[in-house]
């Protein structure tokens, strides 16, 4: 199983099926224009059976990056259908204001080869409320953003992650040399005090981390550049 970070919250999983998550196109240009900086490439020409879209802005909603006519899941709440199995959409808020703010999100859980998936997406409620962690269950491999701003930041991601206990978690839209707008990790692996797995790569192979211990590790993926 190889996860692929593309920056910001996209991801591709690639295993038996491949699944695609929060894909972009150009949003540097557009962002320039209010002066920042967002220099992760655009997804583009990806092969994928499965695309979920946790919600509707512009850095994470391009299913277009998907060749073909993968099925799409697309900020939406329920237990669905899909080409990989039941995949678990649970309703959520992109702010911590009810999602007056920010708007809704959805936090997508789903099994792919036998590992239990959780991607929070843009997450902005401080805690989950305990229906949502029931309807989560259990976790092996776990998306947080940390970056603060528009979602949670490293104090209330840590939390989280000891809520839920995943066995890998997977730091997401943060700052970095690509995005200039978001806070950097260093918060979020202070706070959680767990092992951390530093990349050089964008890419990894998650079964001989899968394999270790129960306490979660942090993988810390490279943010890729154009």
Same mark, same amino acid.
Request: proline share 7%.
């Given at each position: 199983?190889?996860?692929?970070?593309?920056?910001?919250?996209?991801?591709?999983?690639?295993?038996?099926?491949?699944?695609?998550?929060?894909?972009?196109?150009?949003?540097?240009?557009?962002?320039?224009?209010?002066?920042?900086?967002?220099?992760?490439?655009?997804?583009?020409?990806?092969?994928?059976?499965?695309?979920?879209?946790?919600?509707?802005?512009?850095?994470?909603?391009?299913?277009?990056?998907?060749?073909?006519? @993968?099925?799409?899941?697309?900020?939406?709440?329920?237990?669905?259908?899909?080409?990989?199995?039941?995949?678990?959409?649970?309703?959520?808020?992109?702010?911590?204001?009810?999602?007056?703010?920010?708007? @809704?999100?959805?936090?997508?859980?789903?099994?792919?080869?036998?590992?239990?998936?959780?991607?929070?997406?843009?997450?902005?409620?401080?805690?989950?409320? @305990?229906?949502?962690?029931?309807?989560?269950?259990?976790?092996?491999?776990?998306?947080?953003?940390?970056?603060?701003?528009?979602?949670?930041?490293?104090?209330?991601?840590?939390?989280?992650?000891?809520?839920?206990?995943?066995?890998?978690?997977? @730091?997401?839209?943060?700052?970095?040399?690509?995005?200039?707008?978001?806070?950097?990790?260093?918060?979020?692996?202070?706070?959680?005090?767990?092992?951390?797995?530093?990349?050089?790569?964008?890419?990894?192979?998650?079964?001989?981390?899968?394999?270790?211990?129960?306490?979660?590790?942090?993988?810390?993926?490279?943010?890729?550049?154009?």
């Amino acid at each position: 199983m190889v996860v692929r970070w593309y920056g910001q919250s996209a991801f591709l999983l690639t295993g038996s099926k491949r699944v695609l998550l929060d894909p972009f196109g150009d949003v540097g240009t557009r962002v320039a224009a209010r002066g920042l900086t967002f220099r992760h490439p655009p997804v583009a020409g990806v092969t994928a059976d499965l695309v979920l879209v946790t919600h509707e802005h512009g850095d994470h909603n391009e299913v277009a990056a998907a060749e073909g006519s @993968p099925a799409v899941i697309r900020s939406t709440a329920g237990t669905l259908a899909s080409p990989i199995g039941e995949v678990i959409a649970v309703a959520s808020e992109h702010d911590d204001r009810a999602g007056t703010q920010r708007g @809704p999100n959805t936090i997508f859980c789903f099994t792919l080869d036998d590992v239990r998936f959780c991607h929070l997406g843009d997450l902005g409620q401080h805690a989950l409320r @305990p229906e949502q962690r029931e309807a989560i269950g259990d976790v092996d491999v776990l998306f947080v953003p940390v970056g603060g701003g528009p979602t949670i930041g490293g104090a209330e991601a840590a939390a989280i992650v000891r809520e839920l206990g995943p066995r890998v978690v997977i @730091p997401m839209h943060f700052g970095s040399d690509a995005v200039d707008f978001l806070d950097p990790p260093d918060a979020f692996v202070d706070a959680l005090d767990a092992r951390v797995d530093r990349r050089e790569s964008s890419e990894a192979d998650l079964e001989a981390l899968l394999d270790g211990e129960r306490e979660p590790l942090v993988l810390l993926l490279e943010p890729p550049l154009s």
